[in-house]
């Protein structure tokens, strides 16, 4: 059986793209076999962290609302933190005889900055325990105004910080 020439050209161009193709296949699956990971604690590694409850409000989650954390060896990672809250309320009361009327106005800031320095004893395990250790700023202010009036024409005012 004589095959002719540009026939033999097409079949050693499809052996070549099938060997080729499979060749690449395996060196792909193999790389990927050798990326295989069993956690994220692994050098180089980031990840944000961050509590969601009910009606998806963010929470504190081990000391911040939201904390950025990057591993810089597969034992130890570094977690930075940011929390911020405020809150405002307005209340208005009116006493049982309508003598006497209470508005109260309160408001209130939060903000807070950690770091923490995590160690991981064991980070081949399939469950891994961490400690860690770190400083933790923050300042909070607020007030609560409280206006009283009465129909006998006493006002009374009081402010309170905290």
């Known amino acids: 059986m004589f095959i002719q020439p540009h026939r033999l050209e097409i079949l050693t161009a ?3 793209i099938l060997l080729t193709g499979m060749a690449n296949l395996y060196s792909q699956t193999e790389v990927v076999q050798q990326r295989e990971v ?3 604690l692994f ?3 980031t990840s944000l962290q961050f509590r969601i409850t009910d009606n998806f409000n963010l ?3 081990q000391g911040a609302t939201l904390s950025a954390k990057r591993h810089s060896t597969n034992k130890k990672a570094l977690r930075f933190g940011l929390s911020l809250s405020g ?3 307005d209340d208005d009361q009116s006493s049982t005889n309508q003598s006497s009327k209470n508005k ?3 408001n209130g800031q939060f903000v807070a900055i950690t770091m923490h320095s995590l160690n991981y004893p064991s980070p081949d395990r399939e469950v891994n325990l961490f400690w ?3 400083p933790s700023v923050s300042y909070s202010r607020g007030n609560v105004t409280t206006l009283t009036t009465s129909t006998n024409g006493l006002v009374g005012l009081f402010l309170n910080q905290f």
Do not use: I, L, W
């Open 14 to 16: 499809t052996a070549f």
């Open 38 to 40: 069993r956690n994220s």
């Open 43 to 45: 050098k180089g590694s």
């Open 59 to 61: 929470a504190f989650f």
């Open 87 to 89: 809150s405002v309320m």
């Open 104 to 106: 109260t106005d309160q």
């Open 132 to 134: 860690g250790f770190g």
